[in-house]
């Protein structure tokens, strides 16, 4: 079984940092995507930024420019840098990974980071 496990979240004031970990375990080969997205309050979960194993990046409009995803494929592990934090971004945080899984397409989730940015 894959898990994800993610950390680094907390409360930061406006202007702020703050660096994101995802750890991964399990068979993770085949998982060529992964991918950091939010929800906020009352909010549907949005992606934030993706990375394939090929090092392609993608990422939300709102972000670009001051969050970066990178990983770490000898770690197993992704991590998302946000700078300039605004409290809008105010959300927990959840790692993904999808791609083949035992012949089939599939997609596993982290529980979860609360990031708080105040004003």
């Known amino acids: 079984q894959v898990q ?3 950390s680094g979240g907390g409360l930061v004031q406006a202007g702020g940092s703050l660096r994101l970990s995802c750890a991964t375990s399990g ?3 085949g998982l060529n995507n992964m991918g950091w997205y939010r929800q906020a ?12 194993s090929g090092g392609s990046t993608n990422y939300a409009d709102s972000v670009k420019g001051r969050f970066t995803i990178s990983r770490d494929t000898a770690k197993n592990t992704v991590y998302l840098e ?7 971004v105010t959300a927990v945080y959840y790692c ?6 035992r012949l089939a397409w599939k997609e596993f989730w982290g529980q979860g980071t609360q990031v708080t940015v105040s004003s």
């Open 27 to 29: 068979s993770i080969f």
């Open 4 to 6: 994800l496990v993610e």
């Open 41 to 52: 309050p009352g909010k549907q979960r949005e992606l934030v930024a993706s990375i394939t």
């Open 96 to 101: 993904n990974a999808n791609g083949i899984y």
């Open 82 to 88: 946000m700078n300039s934090l605004k409290p809008e």
